[in-house]
């Protein structure tokens, strides 16, 4: 990937990011559907109104990033010859356009929602433990302002200057950094507050599998901590340091992944698939195991105890 050309690049990028875009459609669809088919009760309180202009604003920032992307490509490749100087006196690049760093933007709002929601999704695994997220939470804040160090590096950098000068670099690495420093503090989190479930029911003598096995529920806190995400993201950190053009293929499917990931998680709240969802109903059904059937008949005189306590099941 390290000899590809930078208007091959951003051409396959596209193709990567109008795919993304059609599983981001079917997601966000499923989303807005599970949000919207509730009870006039439920669909009105605060979270699930917030959910929903989460989940808009996330497709809307990606929707305007693919078309920014499209406009981009088209206009270097039948307007300004990018075929023939490979893309190097296009807008693809030229950061002084709006187009590049108004698609840095985008991703930046994004990330910051797509973060948000892992350390909301954290925090309510938690128990709701405002300490547990003072950290993820300070990253969310050094990742809006390396983001906005970032987008400021595009829009000012010298005309022919390459996108791997230093100032973006600089801006660009603890980034990623902070954003990964997220991701994997969930998944250590999670990990560990699943830990710390079992161990407490395997003490009362309860034995508890997560609906699904144990490949579930490694592949529930892998979601919900948005480590699929962070992956791309060191990907982006790693072709970026490297200077190569690959990296345009990753930035541009990251526009379409900061949405998606969150959108899983939201469609597995509604549908009660999410980590704590599923650790709830499996405590509740192998407590259930525990408990006596109610006892309907009074035993006779000489065959033992009358009125026998009825449990509640």
Same mark, same amino acid.
């Given at each position: 990937?390290?000899?590809?050309?930078?208007?091959?690049?951003?051409?396959?990028?596209?193709?990567?990011?109008?795919?993304?875009?059609?599983?981001?459609?079917?997601?966000?669809?499923?989303?807005?559907?599970?949000?919207? $088919?509730?009870?006039?009760?439920? $669909?009105?309180?605060?979270?699930?109104?917030?959910?929903?202009?989460?989940? #808009?604003?996330? /497709?809307?920032?990606?929707?305007?990033?693919?078309?920014?992307?499209?406009?981009?490509?088209?206009?270097?490749?039948?307007?300004?010859?990018?075929? @023939?100087?490979?893309?190097?006196?296009?807008?693809?690049?030229?950061?002084?356009?709006?187009?590049? /760093?108004?698609?840095?933007?985008? @991703?930046?709002?994004?990330?910051?929602?797509?973060?948000?929601?892992?350390?909301?999704?954290?925090?309510?695994?938690?128990?709701?433990?405002? /300490?547990?997220?003072?950290?993820?939470?300070?990253?969310?804040?050094?990742?809006?302002?390396?983001?906005?160090?970032?987008?400021?590096?595009?829009?000012?950098?010298?005309?022919? @200057?390459?996108?791997?000068?230093?100032?973006?670099?600089?801006?660009? @690495?603890?980034?990623?950094?902070?954003?990964?420093?997220?991701?994997?503090? #969930?998944?250590?989190?999670?990990?560990?507050?699943?830990?710390?479930?079992?161990?407490?029911?395997?003490?009362?003598?309860?034995?508890?599998?997560?609906?699904?096995?144990?490949?579930?529920?490694?592949?529930?806190?892998?979601?919900?901590?948005?480590?699929?995400?962070?992956?791309?993201?060191?990907?982006?950190?790693?072709?970026?340091? #490297?200077?190569?053009?690959?990296?345009?293929?990753?930035?541009?499917?990251?526009?379409?992944?900061?949405?998606?990931?969150?959108?899983?998680?939201?469609?597995?709240?509604?549908?009660?698939?999410?980590?704590?969802?599923?650790?709830?109903?499996?405590?509740?059904?192998?407590?259930?195991?525990?408990?006596?059937?109610?006892?309907?008949?009074?035993?006779?005189?000489?065959?033992?105890?009358?009125?026998?306590?009825?449990?509640?099941?």
């Amino acid at each position: 990937m390290a000899g590809i050309t930078m208007i091959k690049a951003c051409f396959v990028s596209l193709i990567c990011e109008a795919f993304l875009h059609g599983v981001y459609t079917i997601l966000c669809s499923a989303a807005f559907y599970l949000l919207l $088919r509730k009870s006039r009760v439920r $669909r009105t309180t605060p979270a699930n109104i917030l959910m929903i202009i989460v989940t #808009a604003i996330m /497709y809307l920032a990606a929707t305007a990033h693919l078309i920014l992307s499209f406009w981009t490509n088209f206009v270097a490749i039948f307007n300004q010859d990018g075929a @023939e100087n490979d893309g190097l006196d296009t807008d693809l690049n030229n950061f002084r356009d709006p187009k590049p /760093y108004s698609q840095i933007a985008l @991703e930046m709002v994004n990330y910051i929602i797509g973060d948000s929601v892992v350390v909301w999704r954290t925090w309510v695994i938690w128990g709701k433990n405002p /300490y547990i997220v003072i950290f993820p939470a300070a990253c969310v804040l050094g990742g809006i302002v390396s983001g906005i160090g970032l987008v400021h590096s595009f829009a000012t950098v010298p005309p022919g @200057e390459a996108i791997y000068n230093t100032d973006m670099v600089n801006w660009f @690495e603890p980034y990623g950094a902070f954003t990964c420093a997220i991701n994997i503090y #969930a998944v250590a989190a999670i990990s560990y507050k699943t830990w710390q479930n079992v161990k407490q029911h395997r003490a009362l003598g309860i034995k508890m599998t997560v609906g699904g096995g144990s490949c579930y529920g490694v592949l529930l806190i892998l979601i919900e901590s948005g480590i699929v995400y962070c992956f791309f993201l060191i990907g982006a950190v790693v072709l970026f340091s #490297a200077q190569s053009s690959g990296v345009y293929i990753i930035t541009d499917m990251l526009g379409q992944v900061t949405g998606i990931y969150p959108t899983v998680i939201i469609v597995l709240v509604c549908l009660k698939m999410s980590w704590d969802s599923t650790m709830t109903s499996t405590a509740l059904l192998t407590t259930a195991q525990f408990v006596q059937p109610p006892m309907t008949s009074t035993a006779s005189e000489g065959q033992g105890p009358t009125g026998l306590h009825s449990y509640d099941s």
